[in-house]
């Protein structure tokens, strides 16, 4: 095992110890705060349930799998549907069809249907692209999460444990070539929402990045909800920068594709020290 930080227990409602008493933190100046980092918790008076975080074991394969597979179906209709709020031109495109199907049928109900025909359209290509990137993904690192994540060195793979279940997952994949690690594969189980547990695995990656002196922590995320991004600037990240044409695995770029798929994917990074 070559992740080289403790195990850890942290609560859903976490105070953070200031970053001096992290080993290793005081070798050079943080360029974030720990109070931007880790926002002080309720009251004491506040309702408390213990989650702990600790690193991924062979006999959770098949929790993380499905954590990590029903978080991405929940992109399915996000981005058929909601994510069509952030493409403008995919908006305006969609009217001028609509239009010219009335222009050319004269048929009022094909008109009145066509939006709905579109619609389906998305659905049908959203779930398609989704599914062949689930695919790739059961057939990559959350294929073999100890050779991806637990046997390289600077890299890491958690999961969240609450009342004896696996709840949330997240992983940290270190990158030499920019001393940088990304925060990947984080998602958490529907049902356990709102208990602050993606927060507190968030929290697992920072401490892990500035225990192994990395500059940085990075990640990208194609998340349509905002609650997802408003999570990360909660933690310290800001917006670095932002496609919105994204590409994922496995897509062929077809015309239909470009027609009636596209998501916003967004790149996000927390400087830790002063390069």
């Not at 403790?6 to 953070?16: D, G, N």
Request: glycine share 6%; proline share 4%; aromatic share 10%.
């Amino acid at each position: 095992m070559h992740c080289s930080s403790p195990k850890m227990v942290c609560e859903t409602e976490i105070v953070a110890d200031e970053h001096e008493s992290i080993p290793g933190a005081e070798r050079e100046p943080l360029a974030v705060s720990p109070a931007r980092m880790w926002p002080p918790s309720p009251g004491k008076g506040a309702r408390r349930e213990q989650v702990f975080i600790r690193e991924f074991e062979r006999g959770d394969h098949a929790e993380v799998r499905r954590i990590f597979y029903e978080g991405i179906m929940e992109r399915i209709p996000n981005t058929a549907f909601r994510g069509l709020r952030q493409q403008p031109h995919t908006q305006l495109l969609y009217a001028v069809l609509t239009v010219m199907c009335f222009v050319m049928t004269k048929s009022v109900m094909l008109t009145c249907c066509t939006p709905l025909i579109l619609m389906g359209a998305r659905y049908y290509y959203s779930r398609t692209i989704i599914l062949n990137y689930l695919d790739y993904a059961f057939h990559t690192d959350m294929a073999d999460i100890e050779a991806y994540y637990m046997k390289p060195t600077g890299s890491c793979f958690w999961v969240a444990v609450l009342e004896g279940k696996v709840v949330g997952i997240v992983a940290a994949q270190g990158r030499e070539e920019d001393n940088t690690v990304e925060l990947r594969r984080m998602s958490v189980d529907s049902r356990f929402r709102g208990k602050g547990i993606a927060k507190a695995l968030g929290r697992r990656v920072l401490e892990f990045a500035m225990l192994n002196n990395y500059s940085a922590v990075v990640l990208g995320t194609t998340a349509v909800k905002m609650a997802a991004h408003k999570l990360y600037e909660s933690l310290g990240f800001q917006r670095v920068g932002e496609s919105e044409d994204y590409t994922l695995p496995r897509m062929s770029r077809s015309f239909f594709e470009r027609l009636f798929f596209q998501i916003r994917y967004s790149r996000y990074r927390l400087q830790l020290h002063e390069e």
